[in-house]
């Protein structure tokens, strides 16, 4: 069984009142969104792209004032990779939540997160974007907010990352 991503990302949204999007990549083949991600409340949008730019296009033209967006999702040498280099060619900056995205194999996923970073998108954590997006202890949703990011987080596998251990990001 899955267990809820700590910290989660779309309870965080909610709590900060960021706009969040949700997509599904070919849910009648591969099933829906599972519920321990957190994302009750959010309408999914069916997509068969990799990419998920052109499943939301519509919402990205209601928001000419966009300048950022936080990614973060399965498949990363698929899903996220394609999303975030047709970001990047449409001016905005990516922000890839590492320990929130997977792939089924550890060596994509590290490719797929290399390349992200050398096309210009920044990789965080989960805890960091969160706390960049709060800005101040003295924010009204801190209280909750910090009960969130206190919660242990499991292992990401991203450690050795950040070790000098992976040669694609040396």
Same mark, same amino acid.
């Given at each position: 069984m899955l267990q809820r991503l700590r910290p989660c990302p779309a309870q965080v949204a909610r709590l900060l009142e960021v706009p969040a999007v949700l997509t599904e990549q070919y849910p009648e083949g591969l099933g829906p969104t599972v519920p321990e991600l957190g994302a009750e409340? $959010?309408?999914?949008?069916?997509? &068969?792209?990799?990419?998920?730019?052109?499943?939301? =296009?519509q919402e990205l033209d209601t928001?000419? =004032? $966009?300048?950022?967006v936080?990614?973060?999702g399965i498949e990363t040498q698929a899903c996220i990779l394609n999303t &975030?280099?047709? $970001?990047l060619d449409r001016g905005l900056q990516v922000h890839v939540v590492v320990?929130?995205?997977?792939?089924?194999s550890q060596v994509d996923r590290l490719v797929a997160l290399a390349r992200m970073r050398q096309s210009g998108a920044f990789l965080s954590t989960s805890?960091?974007?969160? $706390? =960049?997006?709060?800005?101040?202890?003295a924010h009204p949703q801190f209280k909750e907010i910090q009960k969130i990011i206190k919660e242990p987080a499991p292992d990401s596998g991203l450690l050795g990352l950040f070790q000098g251990q992976n040669p694609l990001f040396r």
């Open positions: 409340g $959010l309408r999914p949008l069916a997509k &068969t792209c990799f990419s998920m730019v052109p499943a939301v =296009q928001r000419p =004032q $966009l300048r950022s936080l990614l973060c &975030t280099l047709d $970001l320990d929130a995205c997977s792939s089924r805890e960091g974007l969160i $706390l =960049q997006l709060v800005g101040d202890a």
